[in-house]
């Protein structure tokens, strides 16, 4: 019982699901997608298994109508499922069985599908439908504020509980676990769509990480420069990214801005300095950068 969006990007290529819902853990439930492929979205009286099994169909080249239809035939309660697909090629399909607990509906747009069942409103897959194309944001933002619509207009009759978000990329790499862009679980939270919001933002950050040290291996130390500083513009609150970023700066040559930025973590955990010993002997930092740094960020917390 829930509400939730498949979608393809016709830009990226990318496919995304998101769910909310007022159940314990939905995310190992109801989003799947595989890069290249497609995603589903199962739920009303769950059947977990046309998850896996509508992505073995589309990738086995039937389209989201064909493995739809192939899902459905081999159910024994079809009137009582709620599901939808995007296959590569942006096709949709969808199902709101007519045992589907109310008010319970769906719309589908180009290349997505918003669902929803046991809402307080009707309207609530027409909000989410109307949220998603007013959006210009990449596709998990999205998906988000089809969420944040679904909330806005009433959403699960019975509250909310848990959350989640998938995005894949648009071509497999052939390593799945790099093609799982976003991957998002709030299993028991209040409000769980905020802390998914939170959540989305923090993963922003560290994929703005991830750049900025890419770019540092391939001696753009420019465009470093700038993934890391988004890192830290849109999650402050990560002493991780403070430290990281900072060791990095450092060893490429820039000691007085490094140590300033690791001394964010430093303020939190004075660990963080044991952390430099602990990466020269695992030959991750020469002990001659390790001194220096040490040396100034002892002296630096010895002045506060």
């Known amino acids: 019982m829930t509400y939730s969006i498949v979608a393809r990007d016709s830009e990226t290529g990318e496919f995304g699901v998101a769910v909310q819902s007022h159940y314990f853990q939905v995310g190992p439930v109801v989003p799947w997608a595989i890069a290249g492929v497609g995603a589903v979205a199962t739920q009303s009286m769950v059947n977990v298994s046309f998850g896996p099994l509508g992505l073995d169909y589309m990738r086995a080249g039937y389209t989201a109508q064909q493995a739809l239809k192939a899902l459905l035939a081999g159910d024994s309660e079809p009137e009582g499922r709620q599901v939808a697909l995007v296959d590569a090629n942006g096709t949709v399909a969808v199902h709101t069985g007519a045992k589907c607990i109310p008010a319970a509906g769906h719309k589908t747009g180009d290349g997505f599908s918003v669902q929803a069942n046991l809402m307080e409103k009707d309207t609530v897959w027409d909000a989410m439908h109307e949220a998603y194309l007013a959006s210009k944001e990449p596709l998990a933002e999205r998906m988000m504020a089809a969420l944040e619509a679904a909330e806005k207009e009433g959403g699960d009759i019975r ?113 963080w300095i044991e952390t430099l010993h602990r990466l020269v002997a695992s030959d991750r930092l020469t002990s001659e950068l390790a001194a220096q740094i040490e040396a100034r960020l002892t002296a630096t917390f010895a002045r506060q």
């Open 159 to 271: 509250g909310k509980q848990s959350a989640a978000m998938l995005v894949v990329t648009g071509k497999p790499t052939g390593r799945p676990w790099e093609d799982r862009v976003i991957e998002l679980r709030v299993e028991d939270a209040p409000d769980p769509l905020v802390e998914l919001r939170r959540l989305l933002r923090i993963k922003r950050a560290y994929l703005a990480l991830g750049d900025s040290e890419r770019a540092a291996d391939g001696g753009d130390q420019t465009a470093a420069a700038a993934g890391l500083q988004t890192a830290l513009q849109l999650a402050p609150e990560m002493v991780e990214i403070s430290f990281w970023g900072g060791l990095g700066l450092a060893q490429a040559g820039q000691l007085d801005a490094g140590c300033d930025l690791m001394m964010t973590a430093v303020r939190k955990d004075r660990r």
